[in-house]
T-cell receptor, first 119, second 114 residues
Framework: DTGVSQDPRHKITKRGQNVTFRCDPISEHNRLYWYRQTLGQGPEFLTY????????KSRLLSDRFSAERPKGSFSTLEIQRTEQGDSAMYLC?????????????????FGPGTRLTVL | AQTVTQSQPEMSVQEAETVTLSCTYDTSENNYYLFWYKQPPSRQMILVIRQEAYKQQNATENRFSVNFQKAAKSFSLKISDSQLGDTAMYFCAERGGGSEKLVFGKGMKLTVNP
């Protein structure tokens, strides 16, 4: 199976610590997205990349959050000085945006997520 | 602002029966896309069906079909011949034509009983 993979699947940390998550998209996909899902809610958009360029960031992405996709393949999401409110499932998705297509019809494929618990 | 509302938090259905999941949305976009995603317990989210707003014909994928009412901003999902494997959280989502982000509803827990 060559779907979207995320590592780790679970992370427990103490408040104030830094954590980093990794996402490996489907190999030919040029777009990569990060979402956050809290209990009882649908996923909320955080940011997305087109190749290595970060093109949109949600206001949910505070200064403590940073995402990178240095070579246009895998991506990392780092949370500095974690707070209890950061506890959530962090989902990664990828899609293929075809060049020259004006109306975006690409489908986002999701990974299994990283569940973060901040104690 | 885009919003997606799923007013039914939970439903149950007997195996082989038909069930309809409701979703309403609000968007200022003229061109947009609507999706139903399924998230089985402890498994990743997968796309069930999608609908382009400019298409009048309702999308169909095997046992899954939608009733897209553009004027009413309604996008319901019908599951025919329900199977035990359909048990999952179902999320309705919308994406504006000029945006890349999906806006999700809160989800609805569907349980298919044997």
């Amino acid at each position: 199976d060559t779907g979207v993979s995320q590592d780790p699947r679970h992370k427990i940390t103490k408040r104030g610590q830094n954590v980093t998550f990794r996402c490996d998209p489907i190999s030919e996909h040029n777009r990569l997205y990060w979402y956050r899902q809290t209990l009882g809610q649908g996923p909320e958009f955080l940011t997305y990349f087109q190749n290595e360029a970060q093109l949109e960031k949600s206001r949910l992405l505070s200064d403590r959050f940073s995402a990178e996709r240095p070579k246009g393949s895998f991506s990392t999401l780092e949370i500095q000085r974690t707070e209890q409110g950061d506890s959530a499932m962090y989902l990664c998705a990828s899609s293929l945006r075809l060049a020259g297509v004006h109306l975006s019809t690409d489908t986002q494929y999701f990974g299994p997520g990283t569940r973060l618990t901040v104690l | 602002a885009q919003t997606v509302t799923q007013s039914q938090p939970e439903m149950s259905v007997q195996e082989a029966e038909t069930v309809t999941l409701s979703c309403t949305y609000d968007t200022s976009e003229n061109n947009y896309y609507l999706f139903w995603y399924k998230q089985p317990p402890s498994r990743q989210m997968i796309l069930v069906i999608r609908q382009e707003a400019y298409k009048q014909q309702n999308a169909t994928e095997n046992r899954f079909s939608v009733n897209f009412q553009k004027a009413a901003k309604s996008f319901s999902l019908k599951i025919s011949d329900s199977q035990l494997g359909d048990t999952a959280m179902y999320f309705c989502a919308e994406r504006g034509g000029g945006s890349e982000k999906l806006v999700f509803g809160k989800g609805m827990k569907l349980t298919v009983n044997p």
